[in-house]
């Protein structure tokens, strides 16, 4: 149920997110949109994980965000690689053939920051991923 309250939220803002860049990038170098759009929507999206597809039962802290940006940033790096492919290929590309490039790159980046976000960010101490050291479990702790 998470992932799919996971696609809703993040999915909608990612779509949202496509249609700021290509806005912005009328009037900038489109990975500067790109950046500006992604930490808005990185934060945006942050907020609403923790209250609502992973519900934490409040907002998130500064850990969950600065946790958030490490995927972000990869999820960037991937949109905007996919992207600039795009030009180098086809450097007279629509905006209808940018957004789906646009778009699939961030729905493939967002099933990889899905699985962080469930099994690091989010995650209770009981459900993190365990780490064996002989007969005894010790549970994974990730720096703050």
Known sequence: ???????????????????????????MPWALANAIVTVASTALCTEL?????????????WREHWQCAGSATAAY??????????????PAAGTATEQLVYLGASGLAGAGR?????????ATRSSRPVRRHGASAVPVQLAA
Not at 5 to 23: K, M, P, Q, Y
Not at 49 to 61: D, L
Not at 114 to 122: D, E, P, Q, S, T
């Open 77 to 90: 790096l991937v949109t905007s690689f996919a992207v600039g492919v795009l030009h180098l290929v086809q």
């Open 49 to 61: 994980h923790a209250r609502y597809t992973f519900r934490k039962g409040r907002g998130a802290g």
């Open 114 to 122: 899905f699985v962080v976000l469930r099994l690091y960010v989010f």
């Open 1 to 27: 149920m998470a992932f799919i309250r996971f696609v809703i939220f993040g999915g909608g803002v990612g779509i949202l997110a496509g249609f700021a860049v290509s806005l912005l990038a009328v009037f």
